[in-house]
């Protein structure tokens, strides 16, 4: 679209089954009709064993005639759409069947998950804005990939169907300003083909006031606010950023706990450290709600290490963490590989682990940097193909033109520079803030779980991690 708007003609060429999604991208960004070529035989960069051309010339007259082809009427002058609010009846012979009804429509028109929704009605909705002092009217931000525009209300009515109650309004709030924050990339959770999800968590006294669960069972049902927090940022981003599986959610199995995401609540109570929110600026008795793009099924997933002693705990953590070394040999210039791009981590410790690390003198802050330090690579020890692929990086970071996945952001540029010499040590994540401790789980006498989600760094923005001060809520003493 950038190349047409100067004047020069383009044709897209798309693998077989992205179709929608590419057609859905043009008409969100002004171009409803879009030419494109349907390259046959693309299977992520491979071509098919009885190919006996390669896939541009085996494309060539398709995309030359595409390209030479007149402009039809509707290219020179496609309709433009404009958004619109509208109220919707439905009128059914009895309550039970207008609410299948309404269920079914709103399915249809792909404004649901595909579990039941409780219909948001006028009063449905104001007696959900009551949770809040802030106005209905307030805009929060665009949601990618649609660029739907998420307001109070429209948050209000989403919290509505996932079925929340007003205290939890704040929070939802809270989430959505956090992903539609100009610098976290929403988009690529929203759109990717990659399987991974989004953890919400929440940190602060307010957990407690709304009854979220933070011990065991976190991550499991049961629990309205876990459940409907999460299923309320679930549909924001559906009906914001106007997402379809198989359409332009094009995650091949689909993301982990799909409608609710993993939402959860710190474990103040049992931790011996300051809230997880203090590492980030906010004062202890603020309360936060942490959004975080995670690993999905697989290779950047959730693991689990359990019934080991704290020692055993920290080398596994050492050795996942630095084994993403491997990101400096693996790393080309213009080649999007997801196993040369940048991690970070999410680690929620269960309270006893937590417990026996600050014993041993290891606050939150002082366990962060005994991580990054003991994964940074001595220089010696550094390949000759790990010196190459990180310094084409400090190179193609200066130039700026790469993924931000794979970029050195400016102020820690020197930090790369000065490592890459004798008696330096290279970092494998770009900052210790890339380290996210949290406390949850069961106390002592029931077995703990380390939860330990790590995930590669935002490709389209410069993070996927945000952290947003609750406020304005009106039901609850805390986050007014």
């Known amino acids: 679209m950038r190349i047409e708007e100067l004047g020069i003609p383009g044709v897209l060429a798309v693998a077989r089954g992205f179709e929608d999604d590419a057609n859905c991208a043009a008409d969100v960004n002004g171009m409803p009709v879009l030419r494109m070529v349907v390259v046959p035989g693309y299977i992520w960069g491979r071509q098919p064993r009885d190919a006996k051309k390669p896939l541009a010339e085996a494309s060539f007259d398709e995309l030359v005639g595409a390209l030479l082809r007149p402009l039809s009427v509707e290219e020179m002058k496609p309709d433009q759409k404009e958004g619109k609010s509208e109220s919707i009846e439905v009128i059914a012979e009895s309550y039970e069947s207008a609410f299948e009804d309404f269920n079914q429509l709103f399915l249809n028109n ?39 525009i998420a307001t109070v209300e429209k948050i209000a009515i989403n919290a509505v169907m996932a079925g929340a109650r007003p205290e939890y309004l704040p929070v939802v709030i809270g989430a959505m300003e956090g992903l539609t924050d100009e610098d976290f990339d929403v988009l690529h959770m929203q759109a990717s083909t990659g399987n991974f999800t989004l953890a919400i968590i929440l940190t602060g006294p307010i957990g407690k006031e709304i009854n979220m669960n933070s011990g065991i069972g976190y991550l499991g049902h049961g629990w309205r606010a876990n459940s409907t927090i999460g299923r309320a940022v679930r549909l924001c981003l ?17 993301r982990p706990s799909p409608n609710t995401f993993y939402t959860f609540a710190e474990n103040a109570d049992l931790s011996p450290w300051t809230p997880y929110h203090t590492d980030r600026g906010f004062a202890p008795e603020d ?10 099924y697989g290779g950047f997933g959730v693991h689990h290490l359990t019934g080991r002693t704290v020692q055993e705990i920290l080398n596994d953590l050492v050795q996942g963490i630095g084994q993403k070394r491997s990101i400096f040999a693996a790393f080309r210039r213009g080649t999007a590989n997801p196993y040369a791009h940048w991690s970070k981590h999410v680690i929620t410790l269960y309270p006893q682990a937590a417990v026996e690390l600050n014993d041993m003198g290891l606050t939150r802050e002082r366990l962060v940097d005994y991580l990054y330090d003991r994964t940074s690579v001595p220089f010696e020890e550094f390949g000759p193909d790990e010196v190459s692929g990180l310094r084409e990086r400090i190179a193609g970071s200066i130039e700026g033109r790469m993924l931000f996945a794979d970029m050195i952001p ?19 994540l770009i900052t210790p803030k890339d380290i996210h401790v949290v406390v949850a789980g069961t106390g002592s006498g029931v077995p703990g779980s380390v939860v330990w989600f790590s995930y590669i760094k935002a490709v389209y923005k410069w993070t996927s991690h945000q952290v947003r001060a609750i406020h304005g809520a009106t039901l609850t003493k805390s986050g007014r």
Do not use: Y
């Open 110 to 148: 792909r404004w649901g998950d595909g579990l039941p929704l409780v219909p948001p009605t006028p009063e449905r909705v104001k007696w959900m804005l009551s949770g809040t002092t802030r106005s209905p009217d307030e805009i929060i931000g665009k949601v990618a990939p649609g660029k739907g």
């Open 238 to 254: 559906l009906n914001f950023g106007h997402v379809w599986p198989g359409v332009n959610d094009m995650a091949n199995v689909g």
């Open 287 to 296: 309360s936060c709600v942490t959004v975080s793009t995670v690993g999905g």
């Open 410 to 428: 400016p102020d820690r540029l020197p930090v790369f520079q000065e490592a890459l010499n004798p008696g330096g040590k290279i970092p494998v």
